[in-house]
């Protein structure tokens, strides 16, 4: 945690950087493939091009690296806080380390919710009478009234219950976080 505290505005700044470089730097292999410069180059994708397409190949790079550039400029202040963020996340994580049990925990309980969903759902489905068609290769469900709004009802309280079950994770990182921090 040390390491990600102290080298964080290091990684995210040569990320940025290093996108923006490397699309310039992509642009520039298209542009001289596209001239026929003598370059040695081991790009396979950029061979049997035509050179009109090399050219709006490296137009393009060349758009996206400065538009992205102008971005950057623009949103400085939003990645110097996401990097103070970070920085903070890192200290947060190293004071409470069982906060990383959180998400296999409940990805654990979302399974088996989940596979209980289905299993109700499947059993709801599977009282209804199943025919085979004649002329279709796939089997038809006579749905009654009651079992189709019972279904209905396990999808929508499955659905319900999954976000419920996804979000209560969420909750308690950020309680925990927010006692963490203003205590």
């Known amino acids: 945690m040390i390491l990600m505290r102290f080298c964080a505005g290091v990684v995210v700044w040569s990320l940025i950087l290093g996108y923006i470089f490397g699309l310039a730097a992509f642009g520039g292999v298209a542009y001289l493939e ?39 400029f623009c949103t400085c202040a939003k990645i110097k806080l996401a990097v103070a963020v970070l920085k903070t996340a890192s200290q947060f994580v190293a004071t409470s380390p069982s906060i990383l049990l959180i998400p296999p925990l409940f990805f654990i309980v979302t399974t088996i919710f989940i596979a209980g969903w289905g299993l109700i759902t499947f059993f709801l489905v599977g009282t209804n009478d199943v025919y085979a ?51």
């Open 34 to 72: 596209a001239t026929n410069s003598e370059i040695n180059h081991n790009i396979d994708i950029l061979d049997g091009l035509s050179t009109d397409n090399l050219m709006i190949i490296a137009i393009v790079c060349w758009s996206i690296a400065g538009i992205s550039l102008l971005l950057l």
């Open 133 to 183: 068609s004649s002329k279709l290769p796939f089997a038809f469900i006579d749905w009654n009234d009651k079992t189709l709004y019972f279904t209905l009802y396990s999808i929508f309280a499955g659905l319900w219950g999954l976000a419920f079950v996804i979000a209560l994770p969420q909750f308690v990182i950020v309680s925990s976080c927010c006692i963490w921090y203003f205590k």
